[in-house]
């Protein structure tokens, strides 16, 4: 039994530095694209870990009014994300990890990093940090209720709400593509640019005071502290990538109690997969312009009414 | 017996208190809260042995109505609601010990707060109508005194008078009820009603009876309007009460009517309590967000809270309507735990908002800022009340937020039309709501405690008296532990649920770890506090070492980025309205017709422009400034009659005889 | 030894003289303080004695506790005026000449309920019900304004008009029992009359009714006939007020329930049940409606009066055990309870030099304990725990939820709508910056306090025998 | 009683009851006055009739009292109030002459309506009761129908005249003298009243409706 219990800790445990190492290449990854698509060179695809590397070495500078809620602010939410990333299966369902909380829990950890990043911002007490805040909340109020219809929608389907169960659920049903699913992964795609900042709800790479919204926040992070916080994005950027290949494109997971061969195999084919939607992302972002701030409510929105309607197709019958 | 005897004794000592205080004047006064606080005590101590040993205790005396006499009993019910109720008391009688024995305690509010918490406990263990609803309109009538304690302004009169009306509203309501469940005979004991339970059109007019009853005193959508006005209206200690647990009074009402006395609930019975608290519960943090009064927002927030228990009861009946005791327990679970979450976190809101009053004498949050480096304990307290009420998973609002979303997401499952629809939209309601109440409370705690004083006030605050600190710490401890405990709150339940809708939630031992909360079966669904708070302590801290060890360990404060313009002045900050301006864009034009206009001087013309905000309060419109306005237009026009000459009154009195003149002779 | 029943009429018929003779005023206060706590130790010596049956006087369960009540709020009242009196007579309103008729006047109208109360003879309490309203009508004069002479011109031409048609009523009655009972004293005697009910002609029984409700109802101040209440109450001097409002509203009503205790006997009369419950909503409501506009203290508490008596009527009209217990449980919280109101609101007036209320504000500043006991009062009447009137209203509300369900809805409706103005003219009245000339008080708060501890006790535990009382006359009335 | 006699007293009744319609018709003050002295004396005459054919002679006591006091004494105070106060002859009614003899028609039937023979009281009895209801109700309807004080007055008393009418009626009820000089002590007051008070000093007019200016609590004053 031991022999077990030290697999699944080790399991779990190479889960978590895999999610917390290919992080930083999947931003360098879409980074890159989304150069070659404006036909640029584009920086290599290690620039995000010498960008992390260089911002540990420099000193960080605070501002006067900062507290102490601003220093610790990153750690907590660098915790919370890497958490959060841990729960979702990537390469093996059912791990130790499944057992401790399900989808509901997750989207609340992260509301959690978000409130923490959102207080952050607010406290150095410039108009940058409150302009921030100010519209992430906003962003939340919009992308919550969607999201807790995607929920809806996979808890109907699947009968669970942990992630483990829904994606074992998706492994044993035959294949088919049903419409309920397509509208909900339409759904989750939205959520997921609106929640990373992504191009049509803000653009991650700008300064511009006006449009930026999650830039505004961590505007007065320098040096060890920007460095956690990046961090954080990019891990929170591969969750949202593992969640919608979990619980969409589940093939290739291996079961929790399959040997070391099967996680291989399972390793190679979650890589494959979040490589895909690296590359997916920079063409959808770069076909697209970014958004007026009051436009958020249609785009998120839309998003809101494609879960809805995938509930209610869910109605009608179960094979929908 | 002996339980009912102490809590006697416990509840005699209130009085006591009550009516010495009455009498004492001066420094004197303070004692009244020891004695609270350890009535308190004995009372909660009473009411977790009946909740733990589940055995009821009933006792009769010969007092109230003839022929009836005054039916008490304790049983789970009771004891959970007491334990949250002399919990709310016991750190509001701590909080009121740092009073300032000279300044600070007038006898309008001393004598009135041991009756106040008397009339609570004695609501709870009533078991007859008359006894309940005498100790009912005491507790409001002892609230409506403590909210015009300050009454030279005329602004917590106003609020007192609509408080009192109210109440009387939700009386009268709760009498029809209390009078459809005892029927012509005025079989008024529980015990009676129990026995034979009324018939569906009845049970239908007690429910909706009960519903405005309960609700005006929680603060459901339309009944809600006195309370953002009366509870900041109270001294901070009693807002804590009135809002943290008196509204939990309504609810025990509620569950006592719906779940207890009115038999076996019909599927459409629901509908009401789901409907009224899932919009009371979006539009009560809506008016929060728009809100700039601390205590008002708080307030608004209660009524959030409220909504979202009310919600969780229509679920349980649904359920147990359906013959699916499971599912009712996990929505009751939800409801319960819910309410001994709110009185918790909202408690310790309500008093880091006393403490900001105490330290700064100002309430609206445009005038504070910057208090986290002078009030840094309240400060902490008050960020894991914020981070609690926000429903954020280490803390206690999570674990009743995650018990409702499971109840929920299990909804769909019921059989009827209604309730099947009805529950994804609830989902999204409830969803909003869980994310309207984060940026509510982070806009709070930005404004207030975080950023640079915007008053002369906030920049000289400091920290208040070790009591006060001792009350909210106390109350912060328990929010963290909730939060980590969460199922073991759950498994002390069962009795309750057990009572209520016929089974219990699945014990810890069924998932992995021994304090995993379980919703239905441990495949189903799981949340293991303490695993996750844990992992995200033990990855804090890695971090944290990491990086020290891997980065320069060097920091410099420097000023904050202005984009090169000089003038730091506080003023740039974003201020409560400017944090909520773009909810408002989203939210407020559907909700109160919400308009912004611009004024803009012609060109050259160097005065300032002028913004305005107009908001729409329709509920305010509607249910409270229309009814008022006709009582007076009518009693304007009535009042002719007292101006008549004789003669007229004359041919008043012989029109009348001959009415009845006619009617004699045509009926007989 | 004189019977106690003789005494409770002896001993005021004696006293209107003595008293009218007495020329100096405190030593007639005293005298006429000493003639009340006489008839009140006589009336509670009526309990332990029991009565032999003649034509003239009777006492049972109905008028025991009605005179035992009265006899007792005459006498706090007695006490009330000798202090109040005091100051009106230092600010001159008025003469000590002026006071020996008054306290005439005090005890001819004690004199007359007493008769009214125990009458076995419909004629007699006829008598007893009509020389009481022409004392008042005296005393409501008696300050010699324009107002008050207004006032009391209105109340004797309304008065006489009801009494007028109240007499007739009584002879309708005797002409229909005459034909049963036979002629003469017995077919005017109360238990005659209920034994002999199911035989009398229905139609002519109804038609007495009609005006004795008219009739009486004027006494009563029901809705429609209520015009002389607010004046007579706000010009006389407050002990009648409170003498008013305590005492002879509930002597009218008691006659009006004689009465229906005979309808309620003959099966094919109208149903009086309807009437007196429309009359009794509409006074509800009215006075609900008017007291918003009311400016004047005692006018306020005049139409506070008219509601509770259409309240009264409305439970009694309802019937059945439940709704007539609560009408006579309310019958005597509210006469204790007014006349403490008017006790606290005298000193008010006296305190604040004037009866307006936009004048009076903030006395919980300047006077603490009238502040305290004015709020009691108001809280008493407005139907709040832990008073009497709270238990009355408990019963009569849910009893009628479970039997008409729509008329429940309007006496609530009522009920809050006056809940509303009551508590609204509270606040103003005790809370706020004091405002006006401040008096300091020299009155006695004692006879206000005893009534409300009676009313408190009442609230929270009935003693048996009056449990027994209400209960035997709610089985009686039908 | 014999057939003949109750025709004599319902001759009489019916006599008062034609004086309160001519009561109705007056627009003169002194006119009304002296239709209601007749009254009296009908009323007088009708109580008489009422003790012989009851043989019970205190009824006759009433009957002196109807004629002397209501009869003459009244009456002349009232002329010389009405002269002393210089009081406007013509009476000021609310509604026409007309209106008012319908509405009174309408209540002598509404009486006689109320009045029928249902139980087993005899007829006779009714009859007599329904003339003194009429009586009473056109009394009242003269109260309301007048806006002088003394017109109102005499309503009153011919209301009042209606119910000793009734009173004497009913065979053998105690308490009729009692009453009856209770009602007259009442009107004593109200002539008292009215000449005391010098209604005409005080409110130079006997207008009823000057009365209003002294309210308490007035409605423009306050």
Redesign the interface.
Known sequence: MTRDLVVQFLAQGAQMTLVLLIAPLAVGVVRRVKARLMRRQGPPLLQAYLDLAKLLRKESVIAEGASWLFRSAPYLIFALTWVAAALVPSFASGLMFNWAADVVALVALLGAARALLALAGMDVGTSFGGIGSSREMMIATLAEPAMMLIVLTLAIAAGTTRLAGVADFFIAEPFAVRVSMALSLIALVIVALAENARIPVDNPATHLELTMVHEAMVLEYSGRHLAVIEAAAALKLVLYFSLIVCLFVPFGIAGPDAGIPAFGLGVLAYLAKLLGLAVLLPIGETSVAKMRVFRYPLFVGSAFAAAALAVFLLFVSKGF | MPELFVSGVALGALAVAAFLAALTRGPALALVYPVSALAAITLGVVDLRVLLAGADVAARLPIGLPGIGLHLRLDSLSAFFGIVINGGVLAASVYGMGFDRAKELTPRVEPLFPLFAAAMNLVLIADDAYAFLFSWELMSLASWALVVARHTDPESRRAAHLYLIMAAIGTAALLFAFGGLAGPAGGYAFDTVRAHPPQPTVAALVLVAALVGCGSKGGLIPLHAWLPLAHPAAPSHVSALMSGVMTKVAIYGFVRIAFDLLGPPIWWWALPPIILGAMTAVLGLLYAVLDRDLKRVLAYSTIENVGVIFVALGLALAFSANGQPEGAAVAMAAALLHVLNHSWFKSLLFLGAGAVLHATGRRDLDGLGGLIHRMPRTAAFFLVGALAISALPPLNGFVSEWLLFQAVIAAPALPQAALHFASPAIGAMLALAAALAAACFVRVYGTAFLGRPRSAEAAGAHDVPLAQQLAMGGLALLCILGGLMGSVLAMALAPVLDKLVGAALPGPGSGPTPFSLIAFDPARSIYDAPVIALFVAIASLTTLVVVHRLSERRTRRGPAWDCGFPDPSPATQYTASSFAQPLRRVYGAAAFAAQETVVMPPPGDMRPARFSVVVVDHLWRVFYAAPGRAVIGLSERLNVLQFLTIRRYLVLMFVTLVILLSIAAVTT | MIAPVEAILILPATAIPVLALISSYRLGAMVNIFACALTLTAATALLFTEHPRSDLIIIDDFNIFLIILTTFVGFTTSIFSATYLAHEIEIGRLTPVLLRFYHAMYQALMFAMNVALIAN?I??M??GV?VAT?STVMMVGIYRT??A???A??Y???G???I??A??GT??V???A??VVG???P??SWDLLVRSAPM?????L??A???L??GYG?KVGLA??H??L??AH??GPTPISAVLSGLLLNVALYALLRFKMVLAGNA????VGA?MVGLGLISLV?AA????????IK?LFAYSSIEHMGIAAFAFGMG?P?AN?AGLLHMTMHSLIKSGIFFAVGHIAQVKGTQ?IAAISGI?VTHPVLALLFSLGV?AIAG???FGM??SE??L???????Q?AL?IVL?AG???A??AL??RL?DI????PTGETHPAQASYIPAYVHLTVVLIAG???PGPV?QW?RGVAALLG | MSRLQFDVAHLLAGGMLVLSFALLYQDRIIAVINVFALQAIALSLSVAWQALVQNAPHLLVTAAIALVVKGFVVPFFLQRIVRALQIHRGIEQVIGAGPTMLTGLGLVALSILLVQPVGEVSIYVREDLAFALAVILLGLLLMITRRNAVTQVIGFMSLENGLVLAATGAKGMPLVVEISVAFSILIAFIVFGVFVFRMRERFDTVDVSALDRFRGERRDVA
Do not use: C, H
């Not at chain 3, 005790?430 to 910056?433: A, D, H, L, Q």
């Open positions: 003879n004629g007699l006829w008598v009509e022409l324009p107002e002479i207004e006032a011109w209105k004797f031409i309304l006489s008009v009801g007028g048609l007499f007739f002879i309708l005797y002409l229909v005459q034909e002629e003469g004293l077919a005017m009398l002609d229905p139609k002519l109804s038609l009714f009609v005006f409700l008219v004027t429609p006939f015009a002389w607010p004046d706000a010009e094919s009369a109208i149903d009437i009215f409606f008017m007291l918003y506009r009311r400016r004047d006018r059945g439940l217990f307006r919980s809280i709040l725990p832990p709270f238990t408990f019963m509300v849910s009893s009628t939820f479970a039997r369900p429940s609530v009920l809050l709508i809940f509303g508590i609204l606040q005790v809370f706020g910056e929270l535990w009935l449990v209400f």
